[in-house]
């Protein structure tokens, strides 16, 4: 049985990459901070899922290389998928330094653990579009020139062109999924389409009356969380450690995506959206447009899941959630 160890495993995409390992027939454990919130709020989107029982946690911090290593030393996976971050972009420019400790050199800390432990372990490392912030190519591939316009951004590009260096310095097999946005029912509520899907869910039951947004015109590749994590584990079942663009190929606006929440239940969204200028970030990235057909050609990968039927899924799920 293989082992896999993943460093987020209590976030959205830890936990559908859990569920995916453990229906591969893996060993699954994940790294879990303690905090004052207790294990039934760290533990909600695994029990979402009904595989809470299924994995192992250990504590531990992305901050802290000595843990690492003891984890590692434990547990002994064959692979480590490193999910972990300050991944709130609206956040990072709140908290700047604490981004880049933890986006950025928590996954050198991953790494350099690896490294000690067991330099055959393969590494996956979340990249992520916003590292390419003023887009300078019309649609963006893996050759594309990064240039982020958040401290996550350029934490991210940091963790990136990091798992690049110890790939080409140490021989590791370390590779990174460049992930354009993607979304599920388990996204926090802090992020602009459960957002909406949580303000739609909400109006429909009478709960609010409107939707306070930023700006609507900005345009996002948006895919499925699910789709995606297959993608990251693909990576790590190929002969040699390439860097992949994951992305749906289609950009919509925000705009457009309120439109399609708040008609599955009913409703213009016109009638409930107020813009809300401090909502607006200090340097925006207006349009983002990805190119997976590197990924489709070499991992055989494509989105099975269209915004649609996600933005559908995620209202869905807020209803139930009342």
């Excluded at 993943?6 to 990459?17: K, M, N, R, S």
């Excluded at 330099?119 to 887009?135: D, N, P, R």
């Excluded at 240039?147 to 097999?173: D, L």
């Excluded at 099975?304 to 995620?314: C, N, Q, V």
């Amino acid at each position: 049985m293989k082992k896999a160890f993943i460093t987020g495993i209590t976030g959205q995409d830890g936990a559908y990459l859990a569920q995916l390992l453990l229906q591969q027939g893996y060993e699954v454990a994940g790294l879990c901070r303690r905090t004052s919130n207790g294990p039934e709020i760290q533990d909600q989107r695994l029990n979402w899922l009904g595989i809470r029982e299924q994995v192992k946690l250990y504590m531990g911090d992305l901050m802290d290389l000595s843990s690492l290593i003891h984890i590692l030393e434990e547990f002994q996976p064959e692979e480590v998928y490193n999910l972990a971050a300050q991944s709130f972009v609206g956040t990072s420019w709140q908290q700047p330094v604490a981004t880049g400790q933890i986006t950025g050199l928590g996954a050198v800390n991953v790494l350099e653990a690896i490294r000690t432990v067991n330099s055959k372990i393969k590494f996956y490392q979340a990249s992520t579009s916003e590292m390419f912030g003023l887009v300078q190519d019309p649609i963006q591939n893996e050759q594309t020139a990064f240039y982020p316009r958040s401290p996550y951004g350029v934490a991210k590009m940091y963790a990136h062109w990091m798992t690049v260096n110890y790939r080409e310095s140490y021989n590791m097999f370390a590779c990174s999924g460049i992930l354009f946005n993607h979304e599920s029912p388990l996204r926090g509520i802090e992020f602009v389409t459960r957002k909406v899907t949580h303000a739609v869910a909400r109006i429909k039951l009478g709960l609010q009356n409107k939707l306070k947004l930023g700006n609507i015109d900005a345009k996002r590749d948006w895919g499925h969380a699910k789709d995606y994590v297959r993608a990251m584990w693909l990576m790590l079942q190929q002969q040699t450690p390439e860097d992949y663009v994951i992305a749906t190929g289609k950009t919509t606006t925000v705009r457009e995506m309120c439109n399609i929440a708040f008609a599955h239940v009913g409703l213009n969204a016109q009638d409930y959206i107020e813009i809300d200028p401090s909502l607006f970030r200090p340097a925006e990235v207006e349009i983002l447009l990805g190119d997976p057909a590197k990924a489709k050609a070499k991992l055989g990968w494509q989105p099975e899941i269209d915004l649609t039927t996600m933005l559908h899924e995620m209202v869905d799920a807020d209803l139930r959630r009342g």
